[in-house]
């Protein structure tokens, strides 16, 4: 059976990123009847940022069976089950909110998810696709006033790092610049969505 991880950022439950990320996943059970779906909601139950416990686990010689690795272990089983992940989340500042980044924190374990050698991190986890609808108020790019996106490279990094490489991002634009720009916006995601994952 097809397992679908959906995760979800915005404490706004109308929220952009919320509403298109619940529509890719419904295309997603379209294409794969009886697929399951794991919900991981950040906003409405935020992973701890990591504490002294935590990094030290990571940090000793210890096996994975650690205590201090609970809830680690249950993201990380998440992610393993999942065939399709998919995350709609903002843009904070210009990066990945704060509950995104613990739940990284929580992921990205060495000797669990990464291995370190002399040519570098080398991920563990078995490929799949990712889906990160990153909803901007503003615009993105390189002609004023455009603004940074360091959520995109930032999650490349991070999921190349524990073996993903399928990503796709879809950017949502101009999200507070209006109805034409926000209309504009959701018709080039649809579109995406309807060439990426045609029924």
């Not at 059970?29 to 697929?35: D, I, Q, T």
């Not at 416990?53 to 205590?67: E, G, T, V």
């Not at 399928?166 to 507070?176: H, N, V």
């Not at 649809?190 to 994952?197: A, E």
Request: include cysteine; hydrophobic fraction near 40%; charge should be negative.
């Amino acid at each position: 059976m097809t397992t679908i991880l959906k995760i979800l950022v915005s404490p706004r439950l109308n929220s952009f990123s919320r509403s298109f990320a619940d529509q890719i996943v419904t295309r997603l059970v379209a294409l794969n009847p009886g697929a399951g779906i794991v919900d991981r909601d950040l906003a409405a139950e935020p992973p701890p940022h990591p504490d002294f416990a935590l990094y030290d686990a990571i940090l000793s010689p210890a096996d994975n069976n650690h205590p201090d690795f609970g809830l680690s272990e249950r993201y990380i089983g998440e992610l393993e089950a999942a065939d399709w992940v998919v995350i709609g989340t903002p843009v904070n500042n210009y990066t990945v909110p704060s509950t995104l980044k613990a739940w990284v924190d929580h992921i990205v374990r060495i000797r669990r998810t990464f291995r370190s050698t002399p040519e570098g991190k080398v991920g563990i986890l078995r490929d799949r696709p990712v889906l990160v609808v990153s909803a901007h108020g503003g615009y993105c790019g390189d002609a004023p006033p455009a603004q940074p996106d360091f959520l995109t490279p930032y999650l490349r990094a991070v999921f190349n790092t524990i073996g993903l490489f399928d990503l796709s991002f879809i950017r949502l634009e101009g999200m507070t610049r209006g109805a034409e720009a926000v209309s504009h916006s959701l018709a080039r995601a649809q579109d995406w969505l309807d060439s990426r994952l045609p029924l």
